[in-house]
């Protein structure tokens, strides 16, 4: 998988090289250190706080020095010194196991303010310079065919006589810089620089990644005098989780790479951990990557061979149901069916879930809701980031009744039309026959004035169960919410069951309808009449419940 994506990113790479990464690359918050050949220092504070602008959360960053002046050259030579300094994870700092120094060569220290105010300089002077110095303490076989690389740079005395002269100044200003710092949030970073060329440090970052990229050296392998080894991304092969091994293969690791691709991958999810949450960040490729202590995580990408961004023919939302001051909705592109469909069935709960497997919803949201997001959210990926439709207008026909259903339990009528409504629409764009509201209206209207008996459709009756069900329930004088009236109906799944329910109901509320009420009188006799065992037409009975009542309707409406 990561390999398929690293061909898109390599051809990005091949063109800005670094500046791809360090174009969104941000300091993290703390003090900052810079110290000079003649050995004076200038301290800086960067700092980040969360501002609210047109209704959207951002963050703002600031880079100041200790006179509060913002300080934009100085920023930029940090950050790519930063980035080249930086450990790949604690799990493969110099001091591992107790993990508090986050640098890789001895032109920086990066420690947490809480650990730097702490420590003592002979721990520094052993677990940094020291095995710096000549990185003798990585003898195993390959640590030392990795290092033969890098004896040009490593064995001049030049360079010793550096890290010597870096070490002595550290332990020098170390009181002075514990002093300064103790003032400062003891969770944020205190990053000590030494000037130097940027080049140096990518020379000394270059021994570090060549000994620290893969997983862990113990699996690598020398062929052909080049060593191969085990990728640390999206991989957990370790001592703790040796569930990827391959146990009845003498070579028991899942697979093996070059040192050039593991930099490669690096380099991939260094770029790919600073990029906005976005599915579509390389061309034709889908891509669901989160964050993991600031690491990135592919859990699922896809091919494109498509993008469908606007429809061929427009998708007409009517208003089927003759919602008040309602008009139809037209649709050209993609995004707008996604935000129709987020905030009519998913009462603007799916979109910030896509991904979650914790949903992430207000406490408002039901159980059922959530359930209905876990069983149809994948199939609301596929179409609105994979544009793959097939699984989508399978969900509208399988759920999208549910989703009604779920708004007027949740007394969220007007939500529940809106979504009866997009269901029909979805439905008629895609060529398949709904529900005429209007003639099944005009019909039923004929029959109850006319007093004609004669059979009633399966659409008709359920329609008309629908208007009777709603009528009955406006004359309760409780103080229940419609929702919980209308229980009892919506669990009816037979047509026996559902006449028992108006049959109940009416005799509860009988007194509150008169003898001459004819058209009402007429309706329940048509009820009462039906005989066909048909399957219960949810959707017919949920217009007959959504729509205009007919029992209220004057004659000149009719």
């Known amino acids: 998988m990561i390999y398929d994506l690293l061909e898109v990113f390599r051809k990005k790479y091949e063109i800005d090289g670094d500046k791809l990464i360090l174009d969104t690359y941000e300091l993290k918050d703390g003090l900052y250190i810079k110290v000079y050949d003649d050995e004076t220092m200038e301290y800086f504070i960067k700092s980040s706080r969360k501002v609210k602008i047109d209704g959207k959360l951002i963050t703002e960053h600031d880079f100041k020095d200790t006179s509060g002046v913002l ?58 310079f020291k095995k710096v110095l000549s990185f003798k303490e990585f003898d195993s076989k390959n640590e030392k065919k990795i290092l033969e690389n890098f004896c040009h740079f490593i064995k001049p005395l030049s360079r010793k006589k550096d890290i010597v002269k870096k070490m002595k100044q550290l332990e020098r200003f170390l009181p002075q810089m514990k002093d300064f710092a103790k003032n400062y949030n003891p969770k944020e970073y205190m990053r000590i620089f030494f000037e130097k060329d940027e080049e140096i440090y990518k020379s000394e970052s270059a021994i570090y990644l060549a000994l620290k990229l893969y997983n862990d050296n113990k699996y690598s392998i020398e062929i052909d005098g080049n060593i191969l080894g085990l990728s640390n991304y999206n991989m957990g092969l370790n001592s703790k989780k040796p569930f990827l091994e391959q146990k009845t293969k003498k070579l028991t690791t899942p697979f093996m790479i070059s040192s050039a691709m593991a930099l490669e991958v690096k380099l991939f999810f260094d770029w790919l951990a600073l990029q906005p949450y976005k599915t579509d960040l390389l061309e034709n490729i889908f891509v669901n990557k989160f964050s993991d202590n600031g690491k990135a995580i592919i859990n699922d990408f896809d091919y494109l061979p498509v993008r469908i961004e606007e429809f061929t023919d427009e998708i007409v939302v ?59 959210k994948y199939a609301m990926v596929n179409y609105f980031k994979k544009y793959d439709e097939k699984e989508f207008y399978q969900v509208i026909r399988k759920y999208g009744t549910d989703f009604v259903i779920e708004h007027i339990r949740q007394n969220r009528d007007y939500k529940a039309k809106e979504s009866l409504n997009l269901k029909f629409s979805l439905l008629q764009y895609k060529g398949e026959a709904v529900m005429d509201i209007m003639e099944v209206q005009k019909r039923v209207i004929t029959k ?7 059979d009633l459709s399966s659409e008709e009756f359920f329609y008309l169960c629908g208007q009777v069900a709603k009528y009955l329930l406006t004359k309760s004088k409780s103080g229940k919410k419609d929702a919980d009236m209308l229980e ?69 409406e009719n």
Do not use: C
Not at 73 to 81: L, P, V
Not at 97 to 126: A, D, Q, S
Not at 448 to 454: I, V
Not at 533 to 552: A, E, H, P, R
């Open 71 to 128: 300080q934009p050259k100085a920023y930029e030579w940090f950050k790519s010194r930063d980035y080249y300094s930086n450990v790949i994870d604690t799990g493969k700092s110099y001091d591992a196991p107790k993990k508090t120094i986050h640098n890789n060569n001895y032109l920086t220290l990066f420690m947490k303010i809480e650990e730097f105010l702490n420590v003592e300089f002979l721990h520094l002077r052993t677990k940094l």
């Open 318 to 376: 009517k208003n089927h149901l003759h919602i008040k001051d309602q008009q139809d909705i037209r649709l050209t592109e993609l995004w707008q069916l996604e935000a129709i469909v987020d905030e009519v069935f998913y009462n603007k709960q799916l979109k910030h879930n896509y991904f979650r497997d914790d949903l992430k919803v207000s406490d408002f949201v039901s159980k059922k809701l959530q359930q209905l997001i876990f069983e149809t």
């Open 448 to 454: 109850l004035e006319t007093s004609d008996y004669s």
């Open 488 to 556: 009892p109906f919506l669990r009816a799944k037979s047509v026996r069951k559902l006449k028992d329910e108006i049959k109940f109901t009416f005799f509860k509320y009988k007194h509150e309808i008169g003898l001459n009420q004819t058209k009402f009188n007429n309706a329940l006799s048509l009820i009462t009449a039906y005989e066909k065992d048909d399957v219960f037409n949810s959707d017919s009975f949920l217009v007959g419940v959504l729509s205009q009542n007919l029992f209220y309707m004057k004659k000149e």
